[in-house]
């Protein structure tokens, strides 16, 4: 009865679902990006509280899956939010964390085997990156609890002076 046209009845629908999802992923481009991806964060932020530092391949699977659902929209409220000139320092500026989380999360990476041999090190001295992204996270939370988003820009700086 439906024969051949099962497959193109599915394909249709899923090209409908995929455009649905652009539609409703378009990001309030007057927030920061800690806004735009909370959700994003924080699933991350708790899987992370969870498993952090492990030294399990497969908790590391599923730890990079997230990362990269955070990178992922980032880069997006980038590309959709910023002015083409921005996005290339956006894009210069992110590119060695981008291509750090593609090679580690590549299952059998030489990097990923190196991460694995010093995690147990790498967990003795988790408080102090902790410290850290705690520093970082409120730095965030002050972002956004500005209104004026002409001067993001410029309060993003100031977090983070130079020592």
């Not at 964060?41 to 997230?66: A, G, I, P, V």
């Not at 902790?130 to 996270?137: F, I, L, S």
Request: net charge negative; aromatic share 12%; with cysteine.
């Amino acid at each position: 009865m439906f024969g051949m046209e099962v497959p193109w009845i599915f394909a249709a629908i899923l090209i409908v679902l995929c455009e649905f999802q652009k539609i409703t992923a378009v990001h309030d481009c007057n927030s920061s990006e800690s806004v735009a991806c909370r959700t994003e964060f924080e699933n991350l932020k708790k899987y992370q509280q969870r498993y952090q530092y492990s030294s399990d391949n497969n908790t590391l699977t599923e730890m990079c899956r997230k990362q990269l659902l955070a990178i992922n929209c980032v880069n997006s409220f980038a590309e959709e939010c910023l002015p083409e000139d921005e996005q290339n320092i956006f894009k210069t500026l992110i590119e060695g964390s981008d291509k750090f989380f593609d090679y580690f999360c590549i299952e059998n990476s030489s990097l990923r085997k190196e991460y694995l041999k010093h995690a147990e090190c790498i967990r003795t001295v988790s408080s102090q990156l902790d410290e850290c992204t705690e520093d970082y996270v409120k730095s965030q939370k002050m972002l956004d609890s500005h209104s004026d988003p002409s001067t993001l820009k410029q309060r993003t700086c100031w977090c983070f002076p130079v020592a």
